[in-house]
């Protein structure tokens, strides 16, 4: 196994590699050996215990010695485990990964590489593909439609065909690097996300607004456990955060402009939730109800970002989508919704992008 704290040569900054765990259990092994066992020359490792309670920080400490364990003492949820990572972290470059991959051995270079030649990049995310199918594509950065739902890139078409570095509107927070300069610059994660879900989109957003590009890069590759799903708590977390990331990011008359792509977003999602049962009702109007209740520290969070701006709306709405990635819901009506909804969502979109020029 490869020690991570080796000297490094002087071209090549070092990289904190910043994991949160809660209740990972045997998923710890397995992706902390491939991260001991990357070929970058100067890593630290940083796992960040959310207060698990099935032994699995135990065997961090035991398995792994030269990880630096931060024993968070509560559950922070992701973005506040990330957040205390990156605090006590050396690294020049921030690494975020989850404890459901497994990396390749060459993983890190490249994305250096990305940030290394072009100082106008913000974050770099690799090529994820499944676990159990390396063949296909967990996601290649992801798109934001833009009403603030979140999809997958590329998700289950070939790895194969993905060879070519690309500009993406996110990154996944399941890997992906930035400047430990640039995080502290945006504010790292927006803990108001807690316990999950929509981070890494408001992460992204937020770096866009402050000029930022950002890139997916085919030549790092990493494997992911990963299976869609929904349950009423993801539902609700998804859509509160979703709208709360819609009233930060975007200017006062762009959310005026959008007003009624963003009603017919409450259309859809109210949808959702009549076909999935009376859970899901109360979980959308929980998600109303939180907003309501933060309204107020939302608006300050909506100050910090706004007086970060050097990108106008209309080179945001550009970068996002018109199509809603109905098949990755996986419900029965997907097919039919995706007919009727996404050719006015098109509509929409266009006309948005006509009146929108600040």
């Not at 890139?153 to 996110?170: D, F, N």
């Not at 994660?189 to 316990?195: A, G, H, I, K, R």
């Amino acid at each position: 196994m490869r020690s991570p704290q080796q000297a490094a040569p002087r071209d090549m900054p070092r990289v904190s590699v910043i994991l949160v765990n809660y209740n990972a259990g045997s998923y710890v092994g397995p992706c902390l050996a491939s991260v001991f066992d990357s070929a970058y020359p100067d890593i630290e490792v940083i796992v960040v215990d959310n207060q698990s309670t099935d032994g699995s920080a135990n065997c961090v400490a035991e398995q792994f010695p030269s990880a630096k364990l931060i024993r968070a003492g509560a559950n922070l949820g992701f973005s506040g485990g990330c957040n205390l990572g990156a605090q006590q972290a050396s690294g020049e470059i921030l690494a975020f990964l989850n404890l459901d991959t497994v990396v390749s051995p060459d993983w890190l270079a490249p994305l250096v590489d990305v940030l290394e030649r072009d100082p106008h990049a913000g974050m770099a995310t690799p090529k994820i593909v499944l676990l159990n199918d390396p063949a296909l594509v967990n996601t290649y950065g992801n798109d934001v439609h833009f009403t603030g739902f979140g999809y997958l890139r590329a998700w289950q078409e070939p790895a194969s065909g993905l060879t070519h570095t690309q500009e993406v509107a996110a990154i996944s927070g399941a890997a992906f690097i930035m400047r430990a300069e640039t995080f502290r610059e945006l504010g790292g994660f927006d803990e108001l996300f807690f316990p999950a879900y929509a981070e890494d989109a408001d992460l992204s957003w937020r770096a866009r607004i402050a000029g930022y590009r950002l890139y997916a890069v085919p030549q790092s590759v990493i494997r992911h456990d990963y299976r869609l799903h929904f349950s009423p708590a993801k539902f609700e977390f998804l859509e509160r955060n979703r709208l709360q990331m819609l009233f930060k990011n975007y200017r006062w008359p762009t959310l005026v402009v959008l007003t009624p792509a963003l009603m017919l977003a409450e259309v859809v999602g109210w949808g959702f939730a009549a076909v999935s049962g009376r859970r899901y009702w109360s979980a959308k109007l929980r998600g109303y109800g939180w907003i309501i209740r933060h309204w107020r520290t939302l608006m300050q969070h909506r100050r910090t970002v706004q007086g970060t701006r050097k990108a106008p709306d209309r080179d945001i709405l550009f970068q996002h989508i018109h199509r809603l990635g109905f098949k990755q819901v996986g419900t029965g009506a997907a097919l039919i919704a995706e007919r009727i909804f996404n050719p006015l969502f098109w509509v929409l979109y266009h006309v948005s992008r006509g009146v929108v020029r600040w």
